[in-house]
């Protein structure tokens, strides 16, 4: 019902920036909660930032103050801002979308509640 294709990922230094994009087709893309996820080698898939239809937002303590997550209605596409990048930021982040079931706008933050996924994009953080 929706397909994500991620973009923006590659290598950059500490303290740097980068801008990720999750461009989603779909008529109903406006009615989907998202978020961001990232796995790190030999870690699990955690949550990054999720953001609901009406554009309530989640972050992940570990980037809460550096990252911000946003999303474009008119575009289909959703955005994470990664500022103040760290080497502990290395990892694949992918783009999540779950289907529309309450009407009420809620985020969500386990990935086992996400219902697309985008292939990854990688971001690579030097020290």
Known sequence: QVQLVESGGGLVQAGGSLRLSCAASGRTFRSYPMGWF???PGKERDIV???SWSG???????VKG???ISRD???NTVYLQMNSLKPED???YYCAAKTPYSTRSYYYTDRSQ??????????TVSS
């Open 114 to 123: 996400y219902d697309y996924w985008g292939q990854g994009t990688q971001v």
């Open 66 to 68: 550096r990252f911000t």
């Open 56 to 62: 309530t937002t989640y972050y992940a303590d570990s």
């Open 49 to 51: 930032a999720a953001i």
């Open 90 to 92: 290395t990892a694949v």
């Open 38 to 40: 990232r796995q790190a």
């Open 73 to 75: 209605n008119a575009k």
